[in-house]
């Protein structure tokens, strides 16, 4: 399998957006540009939800069915590891494995000195095409990364060479996941890292560093934009070296996570990109969730009451619900309204608290990021959450899509540079 150039993580946390999240991609396609959708949902999410991968597969391929696509799809094992890999074997093809854990754990004796001696070439001055300053690896630096990065590049290839024994060689794609960490990778270590992986013998067709600045699930970038552009474009210009160099996958691209909603730096990206004609993958996650909520209150009634029930529930248990995704959110509780207040919103105040619209004044970043981390409270909800989904189908859809279409795919991949 070989990944297409653009391809976007849409994450569906209970199965029923597949079709509406695929008409964003259709929507792209009849203005030339292909993005293939790779469904994306994590063991913990299908913990939490109480679902099976087969759902998720079952999903994607109806949609796909359903409005005839005629391009590539994938089934992504998000954030997997050789404890939780298993149950994604059969209906996954993409396969994002996930070693952050493993990042600072020190290799074994004298790995990191053999690993220096058969790539004397990253300690020193190293000139990248596209990097105006060379980077500078003293061999203190190397051996410190070495000693940063080995163990997880190691355990990578462990989990790749289990999935390679039971899926097959050329059946799925492969991604390594160093994101959910405290620092980012500098370009020299994330070609490190590359050079590592390359040795391990593990084809990935995408990497998800860790970037600078913070990328809070469903709201906006916090960061330098302009330090951001040049480190990305700089991560592109690596990896370009790194596949010539060490014979990686030619298509291999940056994947990011968190992606979703990152209006302030869609802009970057795409210049990026669009100079040296690179692909890249972005990871979307539980944006549609929150466009499930939108179009639940844009429904009123019985749609807008639940969607007050969710709110209600959710601050109540903020901490339980928040504790998972600390790294990744940053709420402050003094600006969360009351349930009091909430219960007695109309549609549009409900709809702008949530909808990530920074110029409308009823926006609140606060809401929107509990309620991205409370899709557990709908969970528990059963058969009213879902049978409501099915109700309020036409303006949760509509949303769904919109949201993918003209806030996500437009800014990122239809634009020209500017």
């Known amino acids: 399998m070989i990944l297409e150039k653009y391809s976007l993580g849409t994450g569906d946390r209970f199965a029923h957006q597949a079709k509406a999240q695929l008409a964003a991609c259709v929507c792209a396609a009849k203005q030339g540009v292909v993005i293939v959708p790779v469904w994306n949902k994590s063991n ?126 050329g059946r799925f794609v492969a991604e390594v996941s160093m994101d959910e960490t405290d620092l980012p990778q500098t370009p020299a270590e994330l070609l490190l890292i590359l050079a590592a992986v390359a040795d391990e013998g593990i084809p990935i067709q995408t990497i998800a560093p860790k970037f600078t600045g913070r990328f809070n699930k469903g709201v906006d970038y916090v960061g330098d934009v302009e330090f951001f552009e040049k480190e990305f474009a700089a991560d592109l210009a690596v990896i370009a070296h790194a596949v010539a160099r060490y014979g990686l996958p030619r298509n291999l691209k940056l994947s990011v996570h968190s992606g979703s909603d990152k209006f302030s730096i869609y802009a970057a990206m795409r210049r990026a990109l669009q100079q040296v004609g690179a692909g890249v993958h972005v990871k979307t996650a539980g944006t549609t969730w929150l466009e499930e909520l939108i179009g639940l209150a844009e429904a009123g009634h019985d749609g807008l009451a639940l969607a007050k029930d969710i709110y209600e529930s959710a601050h109540a248990h903020r901490d339980e619900l928040c504790a998972p995704y600390a790294a990744v959110i940053d709420i402050d509780p003094a600006k969360l309204p009351a349930p009091e207040t909430v219960r007695n919103w109309t549609s549009e105040q409900y709809i702008g608290a949530v909808r990530h619209d920074r110029r409308n004044p009823l926006f609140n970043l606060n809401v929107r990021q509990l309620l991205h981390v409370g899709y557990k409270i709908a969970a528990g909800m059963g058969d009213r959450y879902t049978g409501l989904l099915r109700e309020c189908e036409e303006s949760i859809s509509r949303n769904v899509t919109l949201n993918l279409y003209e806030r996500h795919i437009k800014p990122l991949f239809l634009s020209k540079a500017n």
């Open 44 to 169: 913990r999410e299908h913990k939490i939800v109480g679902s099976e991968p087969g759902g998720t597969r079952a999903a994607a391929d109806a949609a796909v069915r359903e409005l005839a696509w005629p391009h590539s799809y994938y089934v992504d094992a998000d954030h997997i590891n050789l404890d939780t890999v298993e149950r994604f074997l059969e209906p996954c093809d993409f396969f994002t494995i996930d070693v952050a854990d493993a990042i600072g754990r020190p290799p074994a004796v004298g790995v990191a000195e053999e690993f220096l001696r058969r790539h004397p070439e990253l300690i020193g001055r190293i000139e990248i095409a596209g990097i105006a300053q060379a980077l500078d690896m003293s061999r203190e630096k190397a051996l410190n990364g070495a000693g940063k990065y080995l163990a997880a590049v190691s355990e990578a290839g462990c989990i790749y060479r289990e999935i390679l024994s039971r899926k097959g060689p």
